[in-house]
């Protein structure tokens, strides 16, 4: 993920996932604006900016929905340019929690 110097200071602080309890990954998914962005960022191939995805609710409330997910570990953001990215951190949570994100996404998709 090749940061530049100027953008390290811009980058959100996130949990180790090893510190990461069952109990906050299960909060943060028991909302279905959240389960939207982890379904999203398992299906999707790349990155997504924060503003490609469809929520049903207000640009703070989504920055809110955000922070939480990056605060329980699911997910890692990072800046290209002026565009927050977000990403899965699938790998980290799959050794931690095996078969939870398959469990969340729904079937018919592996991790």
């Known amino acids: 993920m090749g940061v530049r110097e100027d953008e390290k200071d811009r980058i ?3 949990p180790d996932v090893g510190t ?3 109990q906050q990954v299960l909060e943060a998914l028991v909302d279905p604006v ?3 962005i982890v379904s999203a960022l398992y299906a999707a191939d ?6 490609t995805f469809d929520l049903p609710v207000s640009k703070s409330t989504a920055t ?4 939480v997910l990056r605060d329980s570990g699911l997910i890692r953001q990072y800046y290209v340019g002026t565009s927050r990215m977000n990403t899965l951190r699938r790998k980290e949570i799959e050794r931690r929690f095996p078969g939870l994100l398959a469990a969340v996404v729904g079937p ?3 991790v």
């Not at 790349?46 to 503003?51: A, H, Q, S, V």
């Not at 809110?64 to 922070?67: A, G, I, N, Q, T």
Request: proline share 5%; net charge positive; charged share 35%.
């Open 34 to 36: 959240r389960r939207k």
């Open 64 to 67: 809110h929905h955000f922070h």
């Open 108 to 110: 018919g998709r592996e």
């Open 46 to 51: 790349d990155d997504l900016r924060c503003g």
């Open 12 to 14: 959100p602080s996130h």
């Open 20 to 22: 990461v309890t069952l």
